[in-house]
Structure formats: C-alpha cells, structure tokens
C-alpha cells in the first residue's frame, strides 16, 4: 500500500495561484491512478481533478480551466496547480492514489493527511 503525504497548503489572496504536491512511498506510484480532493467545513469531500496512470485527466467543474493535475512518476510526486484561487476554494485538500478502474468515488485506496488551503484577503 502506498503512502501519502501533501504539502504546499496555505493562505492566499484571491486570484492568487497555489502548487500542491503529494509525495508517495511505498508502493509503485506509476501503477495508480491519483486524484485530488478537497473537503471544506461542513461538506462532503469531493474530487477537485484525478489523473489516470494512463494520462486521462477528470476535473470537477469547479476547478476545470483554473486548475491542472500532473504527476512526476521518477519522483512519485503528484501536483495540483491551483490558478485564480477564490473564496470558495478554501478547504482541506486530500491526496489519494487508488488501482486503476476503480472509479473516483469513495473513500477507496490511500489518502494524505491533507493539507489547508484558505483562499482570503
């Protein structure tokens, strides 16, 4: 099973741009798909974008145009750019990396710790 751990989490003004990592150990990171989700105060979590191990690329509206997910497999090290923050992008932000064909739904595979991101002036 892999491990995971986020960082780049922090404040930031509106419109101002964050980068995401996650950092994975134990495991052939290649091998899953990975994905991005975010959990503010009094919602359910959801996902914020996933990356296929084959490079197919899913973004929730929400983010879709301001936000980019990449990964780096030689550094088992996936990223979440993060444009044009506002507000309502303030949350927990999770990593998890699950088996291919498992959808991206559920609390299935391997999560982060998550990492804060509040978007305020």
């Known amino acids: 099973q892999v491990q995971l751990v986020e960082s780049g989490g922090g404040l930031v003004q509106p419109g101002g741009s964050l980068r995401l990592s996650c950092a994975a150990s134990?495991?052939?990171?290649?091998?899953?798909?990975v994905g991005w989700y975010r959990q503010a105060p009094g919602k359910q979590r959801e996902l914020v974008a996933g990356?296929?191990?084959?490079?197919?690329?899913n973004y929730a509206d929400s983010g879709r145009g301001r936000f980019t997910i990449s990964r780096r497999n030689a550094k088992n090290t996936a990223y979440l750019q993060m444009n044009h923050l506002k507000p309502e992008d303030t949350a927990v932000y999770y990593c998890?990396?699950?088996?291919?064909?498992?959808?991206?739904?559920?609390?299935?595979?391997?999560w982060g710790q998550g990492t804060q991101v509040t978007v305020s002036s």
């Open positions: 134990g495991s052939i990171f290649s091998t899953y798909t």
């Open positions: 998890n990396a699950r088996d291919p064909g498992t959808g991206w739904f559920g609390s299935v595979g391997s």
């Open positions: 990356l296929t191990n084959t490079g197919s690329t």
